[in-house]
């Protein structure tokens, strides 16, 4: 079991920045797929970007390709997402999920795929 949770969420205007962190205890961290996910306000929660453990893989949803990009450090059992001009649709709240493989390069885009969650950061961008 893995225990998620993420900081860094916070009031920003449209075309800032924002850098997600989610910290990872429990068991060994390196071996977990990771990914962010986000609930826009009365919205089903959605993928934004995932990352292999061995850091070789990454994917992002279309609405966030070119502005957002996901890393970790396997060392301090910590993934970041670094958001770059933001904008109002970017609002929601941001998760951190993970999820055990022994597929070094996986990446997960379904949120069903994630067996274990943060609780969840609130990123609000103003127009």
């Known amino acids: 079991q893995v225990q998620l949770v993420e900081s860094g969420g916070g009031l920003v205007q449209a075309g800032g920045s924002l850098r997600l962190s989610c910290a990872a205890s429990?068991?060994?961290?390196?071996?977990?797929?990771m990914g962010w996910l986000r609930q826009p306000p009365g919205k089903e929660r959605e993928f934004v970007a995932a990352i292999s453990w061995s850091s070789g893989n990454t994917y992002y949803a279309d609405p966030v390709k070119g502005r957002f990009t996901i890393s970790r450090d396997n060392a301090k059992n910590t993934v970041h997402l670094q958001m770059n001009s933001l904008k109002p649709e970017d609002t929601a709240v941001y998760y951190c999920?993970?999820?055990?493989?022994?597929?070094?390069?996986?990446?997960?885009?379904?949120?069903?795929?994630?067996?274990?969650w943060g609780q969840g950061t609130q990123v609000t961008v103003s127009s």
């Open positions: 429990g068991r060994t961290f390196s071996i977990y797929a």
């Open positions: 999920a993970a999820d055990p493989t022994s597929n070094r390069n996986v990446v997960h885009t379904g949120r069903y795929e994630y067996d274990y």
